[in-house]
């Protein structure tokens, strides 16, 4: 490894390791926040909150490390270009690709270490989201009860909504909604005075069970001075609760799943299907972006002109943010407007490529 290559190679691991922070700092602020306010709200182990935490991290690294890569190289490059470095270089008789070369392998590596994090990390490390929140709610369930908020078990049309919450006493409005099936096809909801969380178990008091039709009418169909409703409740079967969502499963799962699903005459079916299809490409086409970004980001830091690591920061922010929308908007048109996937889905990859060798070109003829 000559010279140059070393001293690019160690220009560029600070400041990518300094955006991957900044970006996986901004995207990880909400779950931070959520769970500050879980530990302020309930006496929750320790362990749990860092087993929470390290098993979130891997799935927005797998964002973070393209967009900080580029933030990273349009920083070196951009101080080589403002300090002349650049110029010297190709008075020296190095050429343009000669110069791209180390942030080019150096997306490579960022690449490969992306796809291991999305292909084989991530998955497993959802399934242990899964597991480690069924648990705190198993045993501590007020830890998971907020204001405004539903607790759902699609499965069963059971749900359970808290108006207001105090301490581990849940009071004023509470309802626990039955979505009856069989013989009676309507709903009832039961409102209870007051709701106490215990380990394993939600106690209601005074309760009066409504029947609603769909005319709008109802009458009291049920009361409970006191009724017990266990948990386990608001989770699904055991074996609804084994199988994995898309986030959890692996390339192959995803495959299968989409063949099996994408013919039902079922419409949602059809639509997991496509949901599936899109989650495999998205899995590539992310970790790969940071090739492509790190490429972008020498061409357009390079320049005989003091562009100055301000202007560099915020065209880095534009492009990635540009990025980002085009791939939003790939998946809107897979499932809304039905475009082909594998058109849709590499389109923001394409158009980064298609920058890489326009400015490559232009950069050539400048020289």
């Known amino acids: 490894m000559k010279t140059i290559d070393r001293y690019i190679y160690s220009s560029l691991i600070l400041p990518s390791l300094f955006g991957i922070s900044i970006f996986t700092f901004i995207m990880m602020l909400n779950v931070v926040m959520e769970i500050m306010e879980r530990i302020f709200a309930s006496d929750l182990p320790t362990m749990s909150i860092v087993d929470y935490v390290f098993y ?4 927005v690294l797998v964002q973070t490390i393209p967009m900080g890569a580029f933030l990273g190289v349009m920083l070196v490059y951009g101080g080589l270009s403002e300090t002349n470095e650049i110029v010297a270089m190709e008075g020296s008789g190095i050429g343009l690709f000669r110069i791209i070369r180390p942030a080019f392998f150096f997306g490579l590596v960022l690449t490969i270490i992306g796809l291991s994090l999305e292909i084989y990390v991530n998955p497993r490390a959802l399934a242990n989201i899964n597991a480690q929140t069924k648990l705190i709610l198993a045993s501590k369930p007020n830890s998971l009860t907020e204001e405004k908020i539903f607790l759902t078990n699609e499965e069963k049309g059971f749900g359970f909504y808290i108006d207001e919450v105090n301490n581990k006493n849940a009071t004023a409005k509470h309802f626990l909604f039955i979505n009856k099936r069989g013989n009676n096809p309507y709903p009832i909801v039961f409102l209870a005075e007051s709701a106490k969380f215990d380990p394993g178990i939600i106690k209601f008091k005074n309760i009066e069970g409504f029947l609603f039709k769909n005319d ?3 009458h009291v169909q049920a009361k409970y001075q006191e009724q017990e409703v266990p ?3 608001f989770f ?3 074996k609804k609760f084994k199988e994995k969502s898309r986030k959890e499963m692996n390339l192959k799962e995803l495959k299968n799943y989409y063949k099996k699903n994408i013919k039902n005459k079922d419409p949602e079916r059809r639509e997991d299907a496509l949901k599936a299809l899109v989650e495999i490409y998205q899995r590539v086409i992310g970790p790969l972006a940071s090739t492509f970004l790190c490429w972008l980001g ?3 830091s390079v320049g005989h002109r003091r562009s100055g690591r301000g202007i560099s ?7 990635i943010f540009g990025y980002i929308g085009l791939v939003s908007y790939a998946k809107i048109m897979v499932l809304k407007n039905h475009v082909p996937a594998n058109i849709a889905m590499w389109t923001p990859n394409f158009v980064l490529l298609l920058l890489c060798i326009y400015f490559s070109v232009k950069k050539m ?3």
């Not at 979130?56 to 799935?59: D, I, K, N």
């Open 236 to 238: 699904k079967t055991e």
């Open 231 to 233: 948990i386990t409740t």
């Open 365 to 367: 003829k400048g020289n």
């Open 216 to 218: 709008g009418s109802s």
């Open 56 to 59: 979130a991290m891997p799935g």
């Open 313 to 319: 920061f915020g065209v880095s922010l534009i492009v």
């Open 298 to 300: 020498v061409l357009l």
